[in-house]
């Protein structure tokens, strides 16, 4: 699980070394090459449902368990019935052996279900842990996402600030020249 983690760290890490190296734009913003953080963004993904698939192969697995266990029973159970028609034919013996038989059935049934049981706690606990982690995964990729949204936002609004200021100093440029301009003409028509 620590390994799954250090890789979705390790990407993310990645992804702040990718927004650090981009081109400076302003004092808060970069360009940075849309490919490459897509790339990273597709790992991501890509390392996230590990826990889930680990879940499920558990589960795949507990289904075997129990086949091979039903199995091993029925094999016992088959020889022992054999074993027993083979050797004892007197009906004391017969029934001595019978009810032997029906212990190691219900014994083998008992052993099942137990094997049954573990197997079934130990893929929930398996599941809900999985489950656990990609929640906290996809909460703390969530926050992240979010950082990067507002500090993206923010940018934009100086950005958006920048522009006004640049417009009204260009249109009191253009004022002040026409003014001038003006003076001009009539300096010139007086003259």
């Known amino acids: 699980m620590n390994s799954q983690q250090d890789v979705i760290y390790g990407l993310m890490n990645k992804l702040e070394e990718t927004l650090e190296k981009g081109v400076p734009l302003l004092s808060n913003l970069s360009i940075v090459k849309k490919n490459v953080v897509m790339d990273i963004l597709d790992e991501l993904y890509a390392a996230l449902p590990d826990e889930v698939k680990e879940a499920r192969a558990l589960l795949r697995r507990k289904d075997e368990l ?51 049981r573990k197997a079934l706690e130990e893929a929930d606990a398996v599941r809900n842990q999985a489950m656990d982690e990609a929640l906290r995964m996809k909460d703390g990729a969530s926050v992240y996402a979010e950082q990067i949204l507002v500090g993206l936002e923010q940018n934009i609004n100086h950005l958006h600030e920048i522009v006004k200021d640049n417009q009204i100093q260009l249109e009191r440029r253009r004022s002040e020249e026409e003014d001038q301009q003006r003076e001009y003409t009539q300096n010139l028509r007086v003259s």
């Open 66 to 116: 129990q086949y091979e266990a039903q199995q091993r029973a029925e094999k016992i159970i088959s020889e022992a019935q054999a074993e027993a028609n083979r050797l004892l034919s007197e009906s004391d013996l017969l029934r001595a052996v019978q009810r032997e038989a029906e212990k190691i059935k219900e014994q083998v049934i008992n052993d099942c279900e137990d094997i049954k």
